[in-house]
């Protein structure tokens, strides 16, 4: 049962252009969500991060928009660059740790930044 | 600042066999995890320490699966005996202890193949 959904496994997105990565989460419990990048060979790396008590955080070209009534969180990358092609995770955790419990992932979409 | 590292980078080792991976959090991060992700499917979490003491050890699979963390600083995942299933990729993250939010930073993972 999964609890944490990325429907999309991969996205094909022109350099310069928007890239709009979804997921949705059935657990209402969820109150701290996550994005993370993943090259191959490598460790996921934290990319930004949204309570539930906000709709929008924002960090440079990176902004997560949450929408709790639909349990449903997306990612936009603007404008999309080529080192920007990598795996890219939704994750979620419960309870007032705020990110320091236990992560639930997705399973991720691969993202592909064409020239 | 050093990143989580984890040793070895890959195992390969037949069912039956022990294997014992290690993890070294960030200096000063009190939070430590285990997660592992199996081939095509998404990052799984483990168990929690927070410190030297196991915070959440839900993710475990079974007993034979054997976590520490000596001193509250590196820790270390023993599986023990392997099985085919046990093949994936373990991951190691830490985080420090500030509230109300903080994110986790993962290792490089280590592959472990049983065969």
């Known amino acids: 049962d999964q609890q944490v959904k990325q429907n999309s496994p991969s996205l094909s997105v022109q350099e310069g252009r928007i890239s709009i990565l979804n997921c949705d989460y059935t657990?209402?419990?969820?109150?701290?969500f996550l994005w993370y990048k993943k090259y191959p060979a490598e460790g996921p790396t934290f990319l930004i991060s949204?309570?539930?008590?906000?709709d929008k955080n924002e960090d440079g070209r990176f902004t997560v928009f949450l929408n709790k009534s639909a349990k449903h969180l997306s990612l936009h990358i603007v404008p999309s660059q080529p080192g920007d092609s990598a795996v890219y995770f939704c994750?979620?955790?419960?309870?007032?740790?705020?990110?320091?419990?236990?992560?639930?992932f997705g399973k991720g979409t691969h993202l592909i930044i064409q020239p | 600042e050093a990143g989580v590292t984890q040793f070895p980078s890959h195992s390969v080792i037949e069912k039956g066999q022990t294997v014992t991976l290690r993890c070294d959090p960030i200096?000063?991060?009190?939070?430590l995890y285990w997660y592992r992700r199996v081939m095509g499917k998404e990052i799984k979490f483990l168990l929690h320490?927070?410190?030297?003491?196991?915070?959440?050890e839900s993710g475990m699979p079974n007993n034979r699966f054997l976590a520490e963390r000596t001193g509250g600083t590196y820790s270390t995942l023993k599986v023990q005996p392997a099985e085919l299933e046990d093949s994936g990729v373990y991951f190691c993250?830490?985080?420090?202890?500030?509230?109300?939010?903080?994110?986790?930073?993962f290792g490089p993972g280590t592959r472990l193949t049983v065969l």
């Open positions: 993250a830490s985080s420090r202890r500030v509230l109300p939010y903080n994110e986790q930073f």
């Open positions: 657990n209402s419990m969820f109150d701290y």
């Open positions: 949204i309570s539930s008590i906000k």
């Open positions: 994750a979620a955790s419960e309870g007032s740790g705020g990110g320091a419990d236990g992560l639930t």
């Open positions: 200096s000063g991060h009190d939070n």
């Open positions: 320490f927070v410190k030297e003491s196991k915070q959440d």
